[in-house]
């Protein structure tokens, strides 16, 4: 006698029930994104800040140690230092580049990412800007690639806690060889490890000579290993 109304009720929670549950699925979505989306905002603002801070760290140094090439010999050609300075720049941009391309082989573009921030980048990749949901296999092999990478690197005397931002400051400091003709008529030698490490030794500064020549090494070793140039 009651069984008519009952059922009825019965659909209508069920109604409920599953539009309750469609509404909460989708504000979970939009929550996740909106989060994911922080996540980035935050991270991009964190490196900002970190790096005015290297920034500044380096001018406040720079008052105090004599400016990069002031402290060679005085009758060093001026523009041959300026010459050297570029392609320490460019040495600088091209170990990053190789370092980044190694480990995110994947990408086709690496606009934004940067070495002293790739384990922060390879969080991100790795994780559903929609969902939240981790690629686990993925995010393994980035990290294997990463530290195989910087294990090599160490015994060139590489510091992962250093020459990342070493490296950086070198090409916002001297810039790149932005001259593709100049950079061809002096292939032979720029792709000459002596000879970069005597140009190195002879016009910049002693005090960060010993990096500069580290960071040459490493991007020899990726040279040897990827078999192209030095300068790609």
């Not at 069920?14 to 979970?28: D, G, H, L, V």
């Not at 100049?182 to 030698?189: F, H, P, V, Y």
């Given at each position: 006698m009651f069984s008519g109304p009952s059922i009825n009720y019965n659909m209508?929670?069920?109604?409920?029930?599953?539009?309750?549950?469609?509404?909460?699925?989708?504000?979970?979505?939009?929550?996740?994104?909106?989060?994911a989306q922080l996540r980035k905002m935050m991270?991009?603002?964190?490196?900002?800040?970190?790096?005015?801070?290297?920034?500044?760290d380096h001018e406040r140094k720079d008052q105090i140690i004599t400016?990069?090439?002031?402290?060679?010999?005085?009758?060093?050609?001026?523009?041959?230092?300026k010459k050297c300075q570029r392609i320490v720049g460019e040495i600088a941009f091209q170990l990053d580049r190789r370092i980044l391309?190694?480990?995110?082989?994947?990408?086709?573009?690496?606009?934004?990412y940067r070495v002293p921030y790739i384990k922060e980048k390879i969080i991100e990749v790795t994780t559903s800007p929609t969902t939240g949901?981790?690629?686990?296999?993925l995010r393994s092999e980035l990290y294997q690639r990463y530290n195989h990478i910087m294990d090599e690197l160490r015994k060139l005397g590489y510091n992962p806690a250093v020459h990342p931002h070493f490296t950086e400051y070198m090409v916002n400091t001297y810039g790149i060889t932005k001259d593709r003709n100049?950079?061809?008529?002096?292939?032979?030698?720029y792709n000459d490890p002596q000879y970069l490490n005597k140009?190195?030794?002879?016009?910049?500064?002693?005090?960060?000579?010993k990096d500069i020549i580290i960071i040459l090494n490493c991007l020899v070793y990726f040279a040897r290993e990827d078999g192209k140039s030095l300068l790609i």
């Open positions: 209508k929670n069920t109604n409920i029930y599953f539009c309750n549950k469609e509404a909460f699925n989708m504000e979970s979505s939009r929550l996740l994104a909106e989060n991270g991009l603002m964190q490196e900002n800040v970190e790096l005015r801070c290297i920034l500044k400016p990069p090439g002031q402290h060679k010999k005085d009758h060093n050609d001026p523009e041959k230092v391309c190694a480990i995110f082989l994947e990408q086709q573009r690496l606009y934004g949901k981790v690629d686990e296999t100049a950079r061809t008529k002096d292939l032979s030698s140009m190195i030794t002879e016009c910049m500064s002693s005090d960060i000579v």
